[in-house]
């Protein structure tokens, strides 16, 4: 039996003889068993305190192994002008210096020094955008700023749209709260190909000489 448990449980049997004391009036016995049980309770714990420390000290000697975590990998961010399927967005904390020639659409939600050329789709410059330079699409819709020259089938200034400089289209709407300044120009109209052949006019075969018939 370790110390610790020998003291507690000296200190339960001095604590019941000193009740078996009191039951027989003997006052001495009472105070000397009570102090002898107190005093085994106090060696109890001051070795259970003793213990616990060592332990502590023990743990803290040896250490644990550090435990190494693979890096966590950090993702980069998404470069000024991206291209998803065919659509190039420029974000609206970007300034971006350069021409840009896409086959898809294109939104400008930022800042773009150069020209865009997108013949065969859509370029919208969206609230907040702003573009410095020549734009040509199939179809512009402006709710920033532009300023330059803009060559497209449909243009569309939108509220708060605000162009300067030349414009050039088939179709043109501003909405109201939209601005322009500049010159404007209607495209000529483009000519259809056909894919239909010209016929040539067949020959006849020579007609026929009465005469030689009749000789025949």
């Known amino acids: 039996m370790e110390r610790k ?3 507690l449980n000296s200190a339960l049997l001095f604590w019941l003889l000193a009740l078996v004391a009191w039951g027989l009036d003997a006052l001495f016995l009472t105070w000397l068993f009570a102090a002898s049980s107190l005093l085994s309770f106090g060696i109890f714990l001051l070795l259970n305190q003793v213990k616990v420390m060592f332990k502590k000290s ?4 040896t ?3 550090e435990i190494l975590l693979p890096p966590v990998p950090v ?3 998404e470069p000024a002008v991206t291209e998803k399927h065919g659509t190039t967005v420029i974000a609206s904390d970007v300034r971006f210096e350069g021409n840009i020639v896409s086959g ?5 939600h930022g800042t773009l020094i150069g020209n865009i050329d997108s013949r065969e789709s859509l370029i919208k410059i969206m609230r907040g955008g702003q573009v410095e330079g020549n734009i040509t699409c199939r179809e512009l819709i402006v709710d920033g700023k532009v300023m330059g020259q803009c060559s497209s089938d449909v243009i569309e ?5 605000q162009v300067t400089g030349t414009l050039g289209y088939h179709t043109l709407a501003v909405k109201k709260g939209g601005l322009f300044s500049g010159q404007a120009e209607v495209l000529p109209a483009v000519a259809e190909k056909t894919n239909v052949v010209g016929l040539m006019k067949e020959s006849t075969p020579d007609s026929l000489d009465l005469e030689s018939l009749q000789k025949l």
Do not use: L
């Open 5 to 7: 448990y020998f003291a």
């Open 58 to 61: 023990k743990s803290t000697e």
């Open 63 to 65: 250490g644990k192994p």
């Open 75 to 77: 993702s980069e961010k």
């Open 104 to 108: 898809g659409h294109v939104y400008v």
């Open 157 to 161: 200034i939108c509220e708060n749209g």
